[in-house]
């Protein structure tokens, strides 16, 4: 009986939690989790550090500025400016658009592996709810008959075998239904944790 009230109360705090969530289609899921994934945003970022750095591939280095008096009677100022060959600036610059497109590359495989995590995740949770679901109506059927088995056998229109049987085919769905509705919990956390992360 004691095992009965603990299957009632997940029963009931399953159902609780199931209608106090949101329900979101497939779509809405994936959106949810590109726009809330921290490795998503933290790949934008890799991709605008990228795009700022373009401006300086082409940057020439200080000039130097001097003063001197030769012959301590007058000053004579002159500034020196290095650059290297226009090349190599040119060369600097379509490698720092490479690494643009590297940034944005990663970024576009990481929400692809998100995508691809959060449908998967999505098609489990529908299996999961289903099995639930369907388990807990042969778990309800089941209960009854065997409870119309005790009452008949209790009436003696059948024998105890018939009785234990029914008890039996009963204990092997309740327990199978207690960790499908479980697994449907894990994977709805599951899914809160690709969100965030």
């Known amino acids: 009986m004691f095992r009965y009230r603990i299957i009632v109360f997940l029963t009931g705090f399953i ?14 899921a994936v959106s949810k989790a590109l726009a809330n994934n921290k490795n998503i945003q933290a790949a934008s970022l890799q991709v605008k550090q990228q795009q700022q750095l ?9 000039p130097e500025f001097f003063w001197e008096s030769p012959t301590d009677n007058f000053y004579t100022g002159s500034i020196t400016q290095s650059f290297e060959f226009p ?3 040119s060369n600097q610059y379509r490698l720092q658009k ?15 592996e998100l995508k691809y995590r959060v449908k998967v995740l999505y098609l489990e949770i529908q299996y ?5 679901s369907q388990l807990y109506k042969q778990d309800t059927l089941y209960e009854k008959i065997k409870l119309s088995a005790i009452r ?3 009436a003696g ?15 092997e769905i309740h327990n199978l239904h ?4 479980c697994k449907s919990l894990l994977f709805k956390g599951a899914v809160a944790m690709v969100h965030r992360h």
């Not at 490479?98 to 692809?112: D, H, P, R, S």
């Open 98 to 112: 490479q690494q643009i497109g590297v940034a944005q590359k990663e970024k576009q495989l990481t929400e692809a």
């Open 128 to 132: 999961a709810d289903s099995l639930a």
């Open 152 to 154: 008949q056998f209790r």
């Open 15 to 28: 159902s609780f939690s199931a209608s106090a969530q949101q329900v979101l289609t497939e779509d809405e």
């Open 178 to 181: 207690s960790p499908a509705a």
């Open 87 to 89: 090349t190599v600036y």
């Open 157 to 171: 229109q059948i024998d105890y075998l018939q009785q234990t049987f029914a008890e039996t085919q009963y204990g």
């Open 54 to 62: 373009l401006k300086s591939a082409i940057n020439l280095p200080n």
